[in-house]
């Protein structure tokens, strides 16, 4: 990933591998008096836990690892750790972590080429983490699902032994999320051990470990959505599209801190996510580490609710504060700060002096006097305000024309909390199933190209978040739907700049994630799309339709199949096929339910789907 490429190089190029001190010295954030001992902390967490550092590493490199493969990885790592540590002279000891790890993975020929990474190991060193990072897969639908260990055969792992136990936990996550940042990773990890020390006590294990573990994967599900979210908007807009987003995220959440402040923690922010998305698991530790440990510095001046987070330790202590910790009291008179911009006399002498300024000082100032707005209407008025600033200076009186600005954040604010309460009102008519299928239709019209698979994980998701949303009440449901809608939009356009679909959503992709959902709205059926040779088995059914999960599973798929086979035919014809689809099912109250599916089923499906003009008479 090339972002801000000679300041990135200035910063790693100093690092030790294992001791990975001057690596943090380089960062721009100023020291507090008390951060060298949690910075130690952080080193010697790294230096202690370098096992489960790496394995995140190589299992987010290499997917398809097995446990062994990265276990073996794991252990060269280890030895290069006490190598070093013996001797930190050596040539191999100043190189930087991600190097490292890439080497090792090169240098065992086997691997390299069972998992086709000869490409990338012939590159040097920047051009191969490009490439290590290319092939990082959001879709792991290759993998088998993870099934959390039986508990009592995992309770008796983890008492054999906790840190292999552990570290396997840690290797299946890794490689299914691929774009979580390490500390995150091992956060988690250390919940999961504290559910285990728990629930391993319990009589009724099963209850314990299915209600406790079921949160932290939900955990994982959001926060792996918003990170890698972060990995796009860094991929596609570079610096100034992370930073933007993460004035608005900052302020809300901290709307006490000063300008002067924010700029501080902002200055290093697209490097330390650079590196966490690329992998460089020590970069993202200790960039990490050293923004965390400002803002704890700072408890009066930034937010009292962190105290509590910041009594943790390393890797806790981030994902508390950053993911966990609610947003701050708002300070009274905020809207002072704001009306400067839309009121004040000099603010085209301050467009013309600082352009890129002025807009992240807008938004920081609204943002944090208006944290229930949604991230992606924030993001909007602030391109709103600079086009504004731009048209109003250039004429004769621009007071008079930028002191309209506040009448549009409010029209446009207006108009997209409408859209969501009209989606939520058809989603208290429809019921999640229903909505599910509604946005399952629509999906797959608008991008027909994509997998089931993959439409129906989106819809799944997104009906999922009006389930959340929805009820919170209006003000609380048009934040939660629309952020939710946002990172499901990412997911769908991918990180890597290469992915395709059609022309229509191609563009919707590339624009700002502040008007992707607008743009998805208002697209229609893709006519550029060609259907696919109809295959008669996606239309066959067998007894076990009579089973409720694969009725489920075989009428979201039928939805897609219908439109990927006519894309342009009308929402009331599909949605008749699934009420016959439905009536279909008489065959499950049957004794002879076999004869009655080979018989029956087939020779009315087609004549439905004949009736209906979706797939052609000569079947």
Known sequence: MKVNTGAMLSIRSIGSVILFFSLVESLTLPKAPQQKDYLNVTQKFLENNIRDVATVAFAQFIQEATYEEITGLGEQMVHHRDKCIANVQLPECSQIAIHVMQDKICGVKELSNKYRLSECCTNDTSERRLCFF?????????LTPFQVPDPEKGCQ???????AFLNHYIYEIARRNPFVFAPTLLSLAAHYKEVSTS?????NKHECFHTKVTTITNDLKDISAKQQNLCGVLRQFGPKGVKLLKVVEISQKFPKIDFKELDILLKDVPTMIDGCCEGDVVHCFHSEAKMINYICSKPDSISSKIRDCCQLTAPQRGECIM??????????DLSLGAKIFTEGDDVCQHLHEDKENILTEFLYEYSR???????????SIGVMYEKLLERCCKTENPKECYGHGEEEFLRVTAETQAITKLECGY?????????????????????????PQELISHSQKLAASFTKCCPLGEGQAFACVDNAVRLILGELCGINKNRTINPSVDNCCKSLPAFRSWCFNNLTADETYTPPIFLPEVFTFNITLCQKMEQQRKRRELIVNL???????????????LSDFSKMMDCC???????????????????VLAHHGLIYLHL
């Open 589 to 607: 109250e049957t004794e002879e339910r076999e004869t009655c599916f080979k018989e029956e089923i087939m020779n009315r499906t087609k004549a």
């Open 134 to 142: 290319q092939r990082k897969n959001v879709d792991v639908s290759f």
């Open 369 to 379: 006097q208006h944290p229930e707005l949604p991230l992606t209407v924030l993001l």
């Open 323 to 332: 993911i966990h910790s609610e947003n701050d009291d708002k300070p009274e």
């Open 563 to 577: 439109v990927q086979q006519k894309p342009l035919s009308a929402v009331e014809q599909v949605m008749q096929v």
């Open 157 to 163: 792992e983890f008492e054999e032994d906790q840190d």
């Open 199 to 203: 629930c391993c006590q319990e009589e």
């Open 427 to 451: 989603f208290q008519i429809l019921g999640e199933e229903g909505f599910l299928n509604q946005c399952l239709l629509r999906l797959t019209k608008k991008a027909p190209q994509l997998s």
